[in-house]
């Protein structure tokens, strides 16, 4: 198993590489602020912030945000993208929060890579607010390219896997979240994939209408992104609120 200094390592390097083109673009990001049906004036944290586009786009919702991250060079971007953030360098597991302090808080695939994902959720729950809402983002092990992937010998994840990687199915995560103090009150898709799909095909009709075999294999990846089931998506897409009993 990686240590957390090599997962550190790990992040910088990959964030120095690449910058701000190390995760989605900042339109993949206000869908999850739609789920959670944010209202402005209130204060949301993003746990795993990467180079800081869900603040961004939170900010310019009127919310008062916050942002952690295991990377320096994450948290250096974030600062710059999202200023009016408050954005530190720190550990899921030991949030530098007080409790009750959250409206909302967001983790958008972040929580398999962390060491002890049980402390994680817990800690997340700890500085939210009774009433606060969770987003939180996590892969399916069940996906069907991963398990066509598998039946083929290969290996199975995220662009992250090599470092350290935790891929559930859709009932181990919910009980994950059910025994460290979480409600679950939605589970949807991710969508993204099928966004980028569908510039893509819309891009090749505007400019290379004649390449058929392109398009026919863009349009089939689409259909197939739209029919999976939900136990057999990408990643879920969780909502969730603090249980009674926290």
Known sequence: MATRSQIKAFYDERIRLRQQETWRPYEAYPVFLDHLQVESGRKLLDVGCGTGFLLKAAETWGLITYGVDISTEAVKIA?????????????AENLCFRDNFFHYVICLGSLEHFLNMG????????????????????????????KIAKWRGRSVGTLQQKIHENLLTLQKWMGLFAKNGLIIKEVHHDRWPVKQLQQRITSLFYTNLLDLPKLMKLLTQRA???????????????????????
Not at 224 to 246: A, C, D, G, H, N
């Open 119 to 146: 402390k994680a959720v817990r800690e997340m729950v700890r500085v939210a607010k009774d009433e606060a809402k969770f987003c939180i983002v996590v892969p399916n092990i069940n996906y069907l390219d991963w």
């Open 79 to 91: 600062k710059k993208v999202s200023q009016k953030s408050t954005i530190q360098v720190g550990d």
């Open 224 to 246: 197939k992104w739209l029919i999976l089931p939900l136990k057999m998506t990408y990643q879920f897409v969780f909502i969730l609120e603090k249980s009674i009993s926290q």
